[in-house]
């Protein structure tokens, strides 16, 4: 009887212990998940090797970069048309990028904002540059200093996808997270 109570408690520390866990960078938070979002979702290979992340089967250890199941993957943050604000299903990926950076301060980023072919290019310039701007206000206001990002628009003349659909606007419209170093 007595085995069982210590049993009964130690499996009840347990829930309690797990159910105060955090999310880490090596993990994906509540709702980040593949699928989660109602934009695309795609990595850029940006990303450079030799970080401490998660093991893989042979136990080196692997780039949070370019780890599919780490939140830092997600280097595109897509937005809705003709709109700079950043949507509230991309700000965990913005977040992550900002205490990634706050936590390795040597390195440096640059946003690359991008638009659909819709509209002048003067237009789609100023717009991807407001873009941009937003994703780097953003990882400033998080903490990360103004001298380690850059930002720069190259309005609808780097498109990821090429038909001429909904689809692949909505895959052009985004500001692309690229580690500079």
């Known amino acids: 009887m007595k085995n069982l109570r210590l049993t009964a408690l130690a ?32 990595v850029s290979g940006s990303g450079t090797s030799g ?4 093991a893989n089967g042979a136990g080196a250890a692997l780039n949070p970069l370019t780890d599919p199941h780490n939140i830092l993957s997600h280097q595109s943050i897509y937005f809705e048309f003709n709109k700079s604000v950043i949507p509230d299903n991309e700000i965990a990926i913005v977040s992550a990028h900002a205490r990634f950076l706050v936590d ?10 991008n638009t659909d072919e819709r509209g002048t290019a003067e237009y789609n310039l100023a717009l991807g540059q407001r873009r941009a701007d937003a994703v780097r206000s953003r990882l400033e206001l998080l903490g990360v200093p103004a001298n380690r990002v850059d930002s720069v628009s190259y309005g609808k003349e780097h498109p990821r996808a090429l038909c001429h659909e909904e689809k692949c606007w909505a895959e052009n419209r985004r500001a692309d997270i690229v580690y500079t170093n």
């Open 104 to 113: 390795h301060p040597t390195r440096t980023v640059r946003i690359e904002g």
């Open 51 to 54: 970080l401490n992340g998660g």
């Open 11 to 42: 499996g009840a520390i347990a829930l309690v212990l797990a159910g105060c866990s955090s999310t880490s960078l090596d993990q994906n938070p509540a709702g980040a998940g593949a699928g989660a979002s109602a934009t695309p979702s795609s």
